[in-house]
Every structure is written in structure tokens, then in C-alpha cells.
């Protein structure tokens, strides 16, 4: 039994004068390394919901109030541990280590096998390691009480505390799920748990009264861990080869999104976070339509400018007018423009399109990019995801498109693409609200893509938008009779009235969850 003895007068108990003890270091690196751990838990969980559930500034706001919640009934919990605190320390870092460090793996194979239980299981996980956690920096701070006074003992363990939060912050988007990915980054810091709990058995193998089930406990759960690790490609196979049904044929992780293109009867899909990106089958309809009504219409655009679209699809369908001199492609992902120019299948898709000597890739957030830019483009085509976060939701604000304006040369067209007005109505329209707010006329129409239903464009300018005459050769899906019929909406798509989006509401996201969300519940 071991009792726990008060500083007395906050000064630091006999024996202080000679520097920190070897144990007194050991448990505030400790400190340092259950810090990191809780940290990495906390960001995996809102990474993956924001993946998984969209949103990311909900799931982060929530996932992180549901942890510090749970940190705080741990905290509270700690008091009702009185007596054999190396033990309870030893064991609560073996749960933190198994839970928290399977917490990625375990929501990546609910995704794909019980997707409507993976908000729940989320949660259940985020509240249970939150309170681990919660009980772990407690019992620490009770047990270095028995040597170190109260007054250098907060500021100690706190000084770690925040160093190693400070260290995995960092680490994370920009180290870690870039290397490793999100089951691998979970799992190597599980086992980093688990190593401080072989560290607390061997500076308390004197104190543990059950020392040889502690030791095989640690032996187990680093056995676990371990063999997860070494598993990890194979757990993440499983899960994502259920969720896309076809076959996995690249996939990588980035700071901004999880990558994946697969290869099935109908040719290859790209998934962004898991939203379906584009289909070999279908893709030339959306590109197609995207590009070509506003290049054609412009008669002999020489500078034209990407944002967004590392794909390369929609340069390939530029390249195919002679009088284009340069093509800008500006996309935040350096992976995608990296993968989409170097894999011999993704390139022969895109017809070596990011190649050309005529394109030149800027890898950066294209908000920032019109802030700094001072050439002015014949064509402007705006291929971004869907507004399912306020990330990409400030791509769509009265904010964004006056930047537009500017980069835009007074006799040109931007395109943008813009959600399903079949689907997303009111989405739809809040786009053509929002452009037309800072001074531009718009051109709304729309088509149908197979791999998506009905889908939206609006070609934005300061002059009316012209019938083409003439479309490039060899186009699969579009002519020039075709063209008109673009522009008439039925009924059931007909504008209706919207706000402008703006940087300080971000209305549009809000709606487009709601209206796609009755879709895809």
C-alpha cells in the first residue's frame, strides 16, 4: 500500500537540493509523451469525421468539445483513485494506448461495414479516451506530489503538457498523416502509450503488487498494437476495398484530403475524402460541358486560367483550341497535380494534359492565389468540390468571386461548376446570387452525368454570353445544336430566390448539407 505524502509549506521535500531526480524526469517526459497521444486521438476522430461526415469545422468543434468534456469527468474521476496510483496510472495507459490507438482503424472499418453506426461509435470513442486521458494527467501530477512541491509541480507538468500538444499540433498535418496515414499515425502512438506503461512497470516494479500480470498485460498490448501496425495496410485494404466496391488501384493521404482511385468494369474513379470525384465512364460529359460553352463562345481565348481541377481533365479539354497560349492550373494539392501528371493510366485519361509545356501548376489555396496574382485571363474555369465545409465554402463568397472579377479580362468568361440544381436548388441559385452581387452577369445550365444526375454550371462575365458558332473537333458528347439546349431549365429547376453567400455567414454550406442530406442521409 502506498500512501501519498503532502508537500509541506509548498516547499520542495529533502533530497530537491541536487537537481530532479531520474524518476521525477521520467514521469514528466511522460507528461510529455501522454500529451502528444491525447492530442493525436483528438485530431484522428475530427479528421475522420470530418472525412466521413463532411463539415469539418462542425465535427472539429464537436469532437473537440466531446473530448475536453470527457477530460473533464476524468479529471474529476481521478479522485476516487487513492491508493495504489502507479498501478491505476499503468493501467489507464494501456487502455488509452488500445482504444485510442485503434480508434482510426476501428472507425475506417465501421465506415465501411456499418456506416449508419459510425456517428455513434465515434462519439462512444471520443468520450471514452477522452476520460482516459482525463484521468492520466491526475494521477501523474499525485504521484510526482510525493517528491516535488505543489508550486513546481504545476508548472512542471503543465510545461510538458503543453510542449507536447505544441509538438504534435505541428507534426500531424504536416508529418504524419502525410507519411503514415491516419490507422498507421493512430497506432504508432498507441504503441507510444504503451511504452510509457513498460516505463511506469519498470520505475514501480518495487511498488506493483501484482507485477507479472502488469508485465503481461504491457507484453499483450504491444503485441496488439504492433501487430496492427504491421497490418495497417492490409486493415486499411479491407475497409476502403468495401467501401468503393471496386478495386483500389492508388490511394494516398495528404495534409488536405485522402486520395483514392479505383479501377472497376466501368474504368477508374477518383474519390476525394470519399466523395466521388469524376468517372472514366462519364467524365467527358462533365468536362465537356464545363469547358467548351464558354471557350467557344469567347472565339479566340489566348491565357486561361484552372482553379482547382488537378485532375488535369478540364486542361486536356482546353488544349484542344489552338489559339491558347499558356494555361495556369492552380490546385492546393500537390499530390493530385503530382499523381495526375507522373501515373502512366491517369495520364493517358487527362491525354498527358499536365505535360504540355503550355501548363504551368501552382501548387496553393486559390483564394490566396487571386489575392497576390497580376495577370489578367482570357478564361477563367473554377472546378472546385462541392461546398461540404467552410473550407472550400469561402471558394463560393461574394468575396472569392470580386476577386474573380478582377483576374478577369474585360471580354472574358469564367465558368463555374456548381452543384446539381436538380438536387441542390437552392445551392444552386445562392451561387448565381452571390456572383451576380459583385457586378457580373451569369449564364446558368446544366446537363446530366450518369455518375452524378443533373449537374450545374454558370458562366459568369461582364458581357452576354454569345451561341457558339463552332465547337473543336472529335468532342464526344457536345455540338453546337446541343449547346442551346443547355441553357433551358424545367420547372422543377427554375430559379427561386437566394442570398448571397458571404465569407461571415457561410450560408451555403448549411444549405447544401441540408438539401443533399435528404438525399444521402
Known sequence: MIAERPPQDGRAPPGRAGGPRPLEVAL???????????????????ALASYVLGD?????????????????????LSRFFERQLPAHFLRIELLVALVGGCLPAVLFLAHAWQPEAFRVLLYALVLLVGMLVGLEIPLVMRILRRDVALREL????????????????????????PQLGLIRTGLLFGLMNAGVALWALWLFRHELRRFTAHALACVLTLGVLGGAFASSRQITSL???????????????????RIVVTQGRNGMRLFLNGNLQFAESDEYRYHEALVHPAMSAHGAPRKVAVLGGGDGLAVRELLRYPSVESITLVDLDPNMTRIFSS????????GGALRSPKVRVINTDAFQWLQQAQDTFDVIVVDFPDPTNFSIGKLYTNAFYALLDQRLAASGYAVIQTTSPLVARQSFWTVAAT????????????????????????????????????????????????VQALFDFPRDMDRVPAEVHRLSNQLLVTTYEREWGKVHP
Open 239 to 257: 475497409a476502403e476495398d468495401r467501401f468503393y466496391q471496386d478495386k483500389i488501384v492508388l490511394a494516398e493521404s495528404s495534409p488536405w484530403q
Open 343 to 350: 501515373d502512366p493510366a491517369l495520364v493517358a485519361l487527362n
Open 56 to 76: 469539418s469545422v462542425l465535427q472539429f468543434s464537436t469532437v473537440i468539445g466531446a473530448y475536453l468534456f470527457a477530460m473533464g469527468i476524468g479529471s474529476w
Open 154 to 177: 504545476v508548472s512542471q507538468v503543465l510545461t510538458f503538457d503543453y510542449l507536447g500538444a505544441l509538438a504534435v499540433s505541428v507534426a500531424f498535418p504536416l508529418l504524419l498523416v
Open 28 to 46: 514528466l517526459a511522460s507528461v510529455f509523451v501522454v500529451a502528444a497521444c491525447g492530442l493525436v486521438y483528438e485530431l484522428a476522430a475530427g
Open 435 to 482: 456572383i451576380e452581387s459583385v457586378g457580373l452577369q451569369v449564364h446558368p445550365y446544366h446537363t446530366n452525368v450518369p455518375s452524378f444526375g443533373e449537374w450545374g454550371y454558370i458562366i459568369a462575365s461582364r458581357r452576354p454570353w454569345r451561341m457558339p458558332t463552332a465547337l473543336p473537333p472529335d468532342l464526344r458528347f457536345l455540338t453546337v445544336a446541343g
